[in-house]
């Protein structure tokens, strides 16, 4: 029977986000495709992974290999190529993260299969892989119906998909010989390079807040991080406030910044211009504070409220401290 991969993807001992999300996805469409599902987890040392994996998935496929210890797009596309030629999957995800946009496009090219990127939903029609993009900047979603072959390649977009639930019973863990004979010398991994000391990074914060145009000067930005403090989060903001210079672009949420899936995100003074709701629109949980009862940002919230921020913010921070006391 054929199958549909979901590739792994693990850094520092963590299985990351974006697995349990695409393990949800390839279980529907493993369910309608009438297929099975199973994940490829590539590593060293990687059993207890595999465990965590198993809970979610018909079968984990599992290559053990000294070279796999850290991600490589060479050894990683060496393995892979080997499996699917082996296996033939229907369909192959990873994440549209570096991650898969350093992997995907080689691969694809390597085995001669079509691929389809930074898709936000996928699905069959007559055996032919059906997939969701979107196009100048997210304003419009387009529906691509890829030629009928053997195999496919799909990275997804983080955040998309809410993240999976474990299956009824314990999937298979299958161990799968290393294909790999030689050291690979053409790229080697050097080293993970973390965020500056004081460096955020907010597509791994439970508690974002978001800071928009109302904020109105850099001057009251402290204010702001200093409610995200009390809340255990992070500050985050519209590209407004950015292309000002008052904070990092590593802290932009939205299209053409990161997109976040917090367990709660707090909108201070964000109108919501489409771009930005893109980006944390998947959030468990969405308060929006704006002066404008028709702000956009209202259609996406689960919780409004239309006051001045200045008022909101210190009597919210005020809030959460006593409530710690």
Same mark, same amino acid.
């Given at each position: 029977?054929?199958?549909?991969?979901?590739?792994?993807?693990?850094?520092?001992?963590?299985?990351?986000?974006?697995?349990?999300?695409?393990?949800?996805?390839?279980?529907?469409?493993?369910?309608?495709?009438?297929?099975?599902?199973?994940?490829?987890?590539?590593?060293?040392?990687?059993?207890?992974?595999?465990?965590?994996?198993?809970?979610?998935?018909?079968?984990?496929?599992?290559?053990?290999?000294?070279?796999?210890?850290?991600?490589?797009?060479?050894?990683?596309?060496?393995?892979?190529?080997? /499996?699917?030629? %082996?296996?033939?999957?229907?369909?192959?995800?990873?994440?549209?993260?570096?991650? &898969?946009?350093? #992997? !995907?496009? +080689?691969?694809?090219?390597?085995?001669?299969?079509?691929?389809?990127?930074?898709?936000?939903?996928?699905?069959?029609?007559?055996?032919?892989?059906?997939?969701?993009?979107?196009?100048?900047?997210?304003?419009?979603?387009?529906?691509?119906?890829?030629?009928?072959?053997?195999?496919?390649?799909?990275?997804?977009?983080?955040?998309?998909?809410?993240?999976?639930?474990?299956?009824?019973?314990?999937?298979?863990?299958?161990?799968?010989?290393?294909?790999?004979?030689?050291?690979?010398?053409?790229?080697?991994?050097?080293?993970?390079?973390?965020?500056?000391?004081?460096?955020?990074?907010?597509?791994?914060?439970?508690?974002?807040?978001?800071?928009?145009?109302? /904020?109105?000067? %850099?001057?009251?930005?402290?204010?702001?991080?200093?409610?995200?403090?009390?809340? &255990?989060?992070? #500050? !985050?903001? +519209?590209?407004?406030?950015?292309?000002?210079?008052?904070?990092?672009?590593?802290?932009?949420?939205?299209?053409?910044?990161?997109?976040?899936?917090?367990?709660?995100?707090?909108?201070?003074?964000?109108?919501?211009?489409?771009?930005?709701?893109?980006?944390?629109?998947?959030?468990?949980?969405?308060?929006?504070?704006?002066?404008?009862?028709?702000?956009?940002?209202?259609?996406?919230?689960?919780?409004?409220?239309?006051?001045?921020?200045?008022?909101?913010?210190?009597?919210?921070?005020?809030?959460?401290?006593?409530?710690?006391?």
């Amino acid at each position: 029977m054929k199958e549909i991969f979901v590739l792994t993807e693990h850094r520092q001992g963590e299985i990351r986000d974006i697995t349990f999300e695409m393990l949800a996805k390839g279980r529907e469409l493993a369910e309608a495709a009438k297929t099975e599902l199973a994940a490829v987890l590539l590593g060293s040392n990687v059993k207890e992974y595999a465990k965590i994996l198993s809970e979610y998935t018909k079968r984990v496929l599992v290559v053990e290999d000294a070279q796999l210890e850290n991600f490589n797009s060479e050894t990683y596309q060496r393995v892979l190529a080997s /499996i699917i030629k %082996e296996r033939k999957p229907l369909l192959t995800l990873m994440g549209h993260t570096s991650f &898969g946009l350093d #992997l !995907a496009p +080689s691969l694809a090219v390597s085995l001669n299969i079509p691929l389809a990127t930074d898709c936000i939903d996928l699905g069959f029609r007559n055996d032919a892989l059906t997939v969701t993009r979107q196009m100048y900047g997210g304003k419009v979603n387009v529906n691509c119906l890829l030629k009928k072959a053997e195999s496919y390649i799909g990275t997804v977009r983080q955040a998309t998909f809410p993240a999976g639930k474990k299956s009824p019973s314990n999937g298979e863990i299958v161990e799968i010989t290393s294909p790999l004979s030689d050291e690979i010398t053409e790229k080697r991994f050097v080293k993970y390079v973390l965020p500056p000391p004081g460096g955020v990074d907010i597509t791994a914060t439970d508690v974002l807040i978001g800071i928009g145009r109302g /904020i109105k000067d %850099e001057s009251e930005i402290p204010s702001a991080e200093e409610l995200a403090k009390a809340l &255990g989060g992070a #500050l !985050a903001c +519209s590209r407004p406030i950015v292309d000002k210079g008052w904070l990092p672009d590593d802290r932009q949420v939205g299209s053409s910044g990161k997109t976040v899936k917090p367990k709660l995100y707090i909108a201070l003074g964000i109108s919501g211009a489409f771009q930005h709701i893109l980006g944390m629109k998947n959030s468990d949980l969405i308060i929006a504070v704006n002066k404008d009862p028709k702000a956009p940002i209202f259609g996406v919230a689960d919780y409004g409220v239309v006051e001045d921020l200045f008022k909101i913010m210190p009597s919210l921070k005020s809030k959460v401290e006593e409530l710690k006391k």
